[in-house]
């Protein structure tokens, strides 16, 4: 793509972090105008941010972006100025322009030549709804840079010169009699301190006698932001200046060094500081990490965690050995010194890998309010939690599955406008996407109001496919029917649509979420909707639990999982169809031996007059785990059990103890599955 020669790298890095946060402003604030019009908060912030867009792409000589950006500019001021009506047309005529701007960037990146974007047809759009508000502006407040080679050399010249480009918007007093005057003060303001590079309204419309109460001007100049403004705060009747520098974010990069890209500078601010302003989740003064290097400091520190306990145990071993040694007693202090610093370390590490699910969740308005246009349905979509933080490497993994979850709640959970009223129910169905803490767990919950799962319609799919006999599915009870939905091929849908319908998917999403140790429930009501929680880890890189050991080999019990610890006898088990079981209160608790689910070794446990139980819980589901011994909770280091081992049923990883043996981790979500 076609950009300016002495472009750095520096410089391109934070063009591009500004774009994508422009992006996520227009995708977000045109979704919620579409749903809520035209508030006077909501179109200014859309406004400056295609404003944004526009002078900083022409600024580089990104002239196609430049060109989409002020086609889309145009439409939003006039939507502002109570020029146009916001009608669906001009809501997908302005998508149109976001999804080609997203693809202008994308191609900045890739630097493709051989396949140019093509930008007549949305332009085309763009223009066409332009004109239909064209006849009663007077002026167009928008300055658009003109790409001929005049123009770009003129440009070009200025940068040589070290001057650097400012997006200027000056709003003045609509009431003053003396707007014509004010403009050409301005004007002339600027032009003694700078090269205009593009203005609005033009050097001729001004000195004929505009009207209009804005002024928008791109300026070239050596000048500081500072002494920009003073100048222009000089003139009479100026209300508001808002200023895009390009030079305060080259700054910053080259502040920072040159291999982290930094966060930009706030480019665009409230127009009328009485409005309420966007909350923005961007975080200044942060610096950007390889996510390889996050890694292995991940690695390192989990080295030094293994170490810390490894020092601990050999403390408690010479303290015994020798007691009341003075040295042993210090070593002792600065052993459990080390170890909090450890810890405390160990902490920000993996808070550094945390990421605000909202990162994933922002684009979901969006994709729901295309796919329902496309059905010829009416979605609301809420979302809550977006703050919520997970580890970065469980976030792109759940990225899949909520998108098939959305589109399946989309395509056939809710239903059509008129089956809905027929059923009493709004036009309007609604889908709820939730994100919470729960104890040391995250749960995304995703539910509709639509027409929920029938288990009988579930039952009969998986019989056709000879998943199960008539006989089983006859036995199964409505819920145990609807999880059946997770089988691979089984799907409840008359038609296979463009979205989803053909059976697969919803394995992919349990085999996705069982991959970063979660869990995934459904509960679904006929005619009144359907609920499924996905229950996550805060974390992979660490596991909470309590060692016991079993058939001779020790094992890590996650402690989230652990519900209670008993002690029982041995003629308190009984056998339920081949199957081991204990009563706790309410509850029939199938049991799993360890040592024969992992060792082949039932003898020290058969022998036993007493029974050591560790009742876990995975969602609704309860099991208990028969162990030998219960030993200490311990933080461990998770650490994959590698090529050569592969994957085992029911182990999720493994962890190095203090005395250098390793533990096997415990994929409990398997263990209750199986019993």
């Known amino acids: 793509m076609k950009i300016f020669n002495d472009i750095s790298k520096e410089e391109l890095a934070v063009f591009l972090d500004e774009t994508d946060e422009q992006l996520k402003i227009l995708d977000e604030d045109l979704v919620l105008m579409e749903k809520s019009g035209v508030e006077k908060h909501v179109i200014q912030e859309i406004f400056r941010a295609a404003h944004t867009l526009k002078g900083s792409s022409a600024m580089l000589g990104y002239e196609k972006m430049s060109q989409v950006a002020h086609a889309m500019e145009s439409i939003l001021d006039l939507l502002r100025s109570g020029k146009l009506e916001l009608t669906s047309a001009m809501i997908n005529a302005l998508f149109c322009g976001l999804d080609v701007l997203k693809v202008l960037r994308e191609r900045l990146v890739s630097d493709d030549e051989q396949d ?17 508000g064209r006849e009663n502006t007077v002026a167009n407040p928008i300055p658009s840079v003109a790409t001929d080679q005049k123009s770009l050399d003129r440009m070009k010249t200025a940068r040589e010169k070290g001057y650097h480009f400012f997006n200027i918007l000056i709003n003045l007093e609509k009431s003053s009699a003396w707007l014509s005057v004010r403009h050409f003060q301005l004007y002339t303001e600027l032009g003694h301190i700078g090269e205009i590079m593009a203005c609005s309204p033009s050097r ?31 003139v009479q009747d100026v209300v508001n200046i808002d200023i895009h520098s390009s030079k305060e974010n080259s700054a910053a990069v080259k502040n920072n060094g040159n291999t982290a890209a930094v966060e930009a500078t706030k480019t665009a601010k409230q127009n009328n500081n009485n409005q309420p302003a966007r909350t923005n989740t961007r975080i200044s ?25 490894r020092i601990r145990q050999i403390g408690r071993m010479l303290e015994k050995k020798y007691r009341d040694d003075a040295n042993i007693e210090t070593l002792n202090v600065t052993g459990v010194h080390m170890g909090k610093l450890v810890s405390d370390l160990h902490e920000n590490i993996l808070r550094a890998r945390m990421q605000g699910i909202g990162t994933i969740l922002n684009g979901f308005p969006r994709l729901v309010r295309d796919l329902a246009q496309k059905a010829g349905k009416k979605i609301d979509l809420f979302i809550e939690g977006q703050e919520t933080e997970l580890d970065r490497s469980i976030i792109e993994q759940i990225r899949d599955p909520l998108l098939h979850l959305l589109r399946n709640s989309v395509d056939h959970g809710i239903e059509m406008p008129e089956k809905r009223r027929q059923a009493a129910k709004k036009e309007t169905g ?71 319908g053909r059976g697969v998917g919803m394995d992919v999403v349990k085999t996705n979420v069982s991959s970063v140790g979660g869990s995934i429930s459904i509960d679904s009501q006929p005619g009144h909707g359907t609920t499924i929680k996905i229950r996550l880890p805060l974390t992979l890189a660490t596991v909470d639990g309590i060692l016991v050991s079993s058939g001779g080999l020790t094992y890590v019990v996650p402690m989230a999982a652990i519900l209670e610890i008993l002690k029982i006898k041995a003629d308190q088990v ?6 081991e079981v204990i009563r706790l209160r309410e509850n029939i608790i199938p049991l799993v031996r360890l040592n024969e689910r992992f060792s082949d070794d039932g003898t020290s446990v058969a022998m036993a007059k007493e029974l050591n139980v560790m009742v876990i819980k995975v969602g609704d589901k309860l099991s208990g785990l028969v162990v030998d ?26 962890t190095i103890m203090g005395d250098g043996q390793v533990a096997l981790i415990l994929d409990t979500a398997t263990l209750i599955k199986e019993s």
Not at 116 to 132: C, G, K, Q, R, Y
Not at 205 to 213: F, L, N, P, R, S
Not at 456 to 481: M, N
């Open 116 to 132: 140019e974007v093509d930008i007549n047809e949305a332009m085309t759009i763009l223009t066409e709804v332009v004109s239909t």
């Open 204 to 234: 001729e419309e001004i000195e004929a006698g505009t009207t209009v109460a804005q002024m928008s001007v791109i300026l070239a100049s050596g000048k500081e932001t500072g002494a920009i403004k003073t100048c222009l705060n000089s």
């Open 285 to 309: 003064d942060t610096v950007r990490v390889d996510v390889k290097l996050l890694d292995n400091l991940m690695n390192l520190v989990g080295e030094m965690v293994i170490d810390r306990n």
């Open 430 to 500: 609604t889908i709820r996407l939730a994100v919470y803490h729960e104890q040391s767990h995250v749960i995304v919950s995703i539910s509709d109001d639509g027409a929920g799962i029938d288990p009988e319609k579930v039952k009969q799919a998986a019989v056709s496919k000879g998943f199960i006999s008539a006989d089983t599915a006859a036995r199964l009870s409505p819920s145990e029917a609807q999880n059946l939905i997770f089988m691979n091929g089984v799907s409840t849908a008359a038609q296979v649509s463009e979205v989803s």
């Open 574 to 579: 009984y056998g339920v169809m081949g199957q």
């Open 629 to 654: 011994t219960v030993l200490e909770p311990q933080e461990s280091v998770v650490k994959p059990l590698g090529k050569f081992i592969g994957s085992l049923r029911g182990i999720s990883g493994a």
